[in-house]
C-alpha cells in the first residue's frame, strides 16, 4: 500500500501537479544523471514540458518550480521568499548553478520549452529533462509524468504491466486494501475502525510515534497556513488582479461573536478554505490535501471541528486524518487526483470526500458509515470541471474550496443521520468518477482551452 503519508505533502503552491512535481522532477533527473556520470560534462540543460504542464504552466509556476528543483531546493523544505529571490536571480543573471554540478548559461525562454502541441499517451502531464555536452543531441534525457498530488513517475513506471485502474502497491503493508469493500471487511475481520487499520500499516514503515509526529506535523502546517492567509491582504500575483477576500471576511466574523454556530457555519468554513488557497495562489507553504488546488477544503473542516480556543485536539485531529488519507488513498489506486486526468472532481470532489469521511470519523462514525459520508462527497461532485481562468489557480479554485468544505460538511451529517448503508458503494462512485473523467473533454481537464478559461477576459 502506499502510506497515507504520501498523500499529505508539504510543498510551495500554486500546484502539486504543476508546481511540487516538476520541481521533484528536475531534482531527481539531475541525482540520476550524476549516477550515470553524465552530469558533470553537461553545457546545457533543458526541460520540454507537455500537455497541461505547458498549456497551463505558466499560470501555475511550473517554469520557476523547474529552476528551483534544478539548483536542489525540494518542496517540503523551501522557503517561499528564499525561492522567489533564487528564481529572480536565475533569471535576471541566466547562469543556473546545477544541484551538485556545474554553474551553466540558462535561458529560461529558450531552455525551458512549453510544447502545447504534444499531449502523451501516458499521463497529459509530461515532462522531459535533456543534458547537453556540447553536442547538438542530448547525452542524457529522461521522460517523467506529474501524476497529480506531487507523485512523480517516470516513463519505465509508468509503462509497467501492472492493472491499469490500480498503482502498483508497495511490500510491507500487513493489511492491504484495493477497494473500500476490502478495507470495510478487514475493519469488520478485526473490529477496527478506519484509522486503526490505517495505522497498522503505518506502522511497518515507522515506529508509530514517528507516524503520529508526522501527523502533528502536518496538522500544524495546515493551521499555520489558514493564520497566514488570515493575515494577509492585497492582490494575488498572477495579473487577474484577484484580492485576498479571508482577511476581511475573517475581522467580520471576529467583530460579531454573537452569531451562533448555525448562522456561521458556512462563513467559518469558507474563510478558512479561502485562507489557505489564497495562500496558494500567491506561492505560500501549503499542504497537499490531496493536491494543491483542493489544499483549502480539510484544513478548514479540521480547524473548525478538531480545534477549540485556537488549540487542536490531537487525537481528533490524527484520527480525521487517518481516516481522511485512507479514503485518499482509495481514489489515487483506483482512480486518480489529477486534475489533468480527472477534471476537478479528482481534486476538490477527493478532498470533499475524504474530509467528510474524517469529519464522520471525529464524530463516531464506524467504518462503514464513513464510507458513506466519502461516497456522498464524491457523489454530489462527479463531473466538476478543471477550467482555471488564465491558467491560474484562482478563478473559480478558491471559492470552489469554500464550497468543497461545506459540502463535505453536509456529506458528513447526511451520513450521520442514515442507517450507515447506502444505495450506492464508495467503489462505485470512485469508478464512476474514473470513467466520467475518461470521457470528459480535455478542454476541462487543467489546460484552460474550455469553460471559464475561455469565457472569462483574463486580462
Known sequence: MLSVLDLF???????????????????????EAEKAGKLSQASRVEAVLQGSLALTGVGHGTDKAVILGLI????????????????????????IALMDGPVLDFNP?????????????????????????????????RTYFSTGGGFIASK??????????????ARGAPY??????????????????????ILHNEDARRTREKTLKRLDKIADTMMACID???????????????????SGLHEKLRDNPGSNEREQLFDWLNVYAMAVNEENAAGGRVVTAPTNGAAGILPSVLRHYCSEDGQLNRDHARRFLLVAGGIGLLYKQRASISGAEMGCQGEVGVACSMAAAGLAAV????????????????EHNLGLTCDPVGGLVQIP?????????VKAVNAARLAMQGTGHHKVSLDQVIETMRQTGIDMSSKYKETSTGGLAVNVIAC
Request: charged share 25%.
Open 228 to 246: 497566514r492567509g488570515l493575515s494577509r491582504k492585497g492582490i494575488l500575483p498572477g495579473g487577474l488582479e484577484v484580492a485576498r477576500r479571508a
Open 176 to 197: 492491504p486494501f484495493n477497494s473500500a469493500a476490502e478495507m470495510l471487511d478487514i475493519c469488520a475481520r478485526n473490529d477496527w475502525r478506519i484509522d486503526t487499520l
Open 363 to 378: 464524530w463516531g462514525a464506524d467504518a462503514e458509515m464513513c464510507c458513506v459520508a466519502a461516497e456522498i462527497g464524491m
Open 109 to 141: 525562454v529558450k531552455d525551458i520549452v512549453f510544447d502545447t502541441e504534444t499531449v502523451p499517451e501516458l499521463h497529459p502531464n509530461g515532462m522531459t529533462m535533456n543534458l547537453y555536452a556540447g553536442e547538438a543531441t542530448a547525452s542524457f534525457s
Open 9 to 31: 505533502r508539504i510543498g510551495l503552491g500554486p500546484s502539486s501537479s504543476h508546481t511540487v512535481g516538476p520541481m521533484r522532477i528536475a531534482r531527481r533527473f539531475l541525482q
Open 397 to 405: 479554485c478558491i471559492e470552489r474550496n469554500a464550497f468543497g468544505a
Open 156 to 169: 519505465r513506471q509508468l509503462q509497467k504491466p501492472v492493472r491499469k485502474d490500480l498503482v502498483e502497491s
Open 72 to 95: 536542489g531546493m525540494q518542496p517540503e523544505t523551501a522557503d517561499a521568499e528564499e525561492a522567489e529571490q533564487a528564481f529572480r536571480k536565475t533569471v535576471q543573471e541566466r547562469r
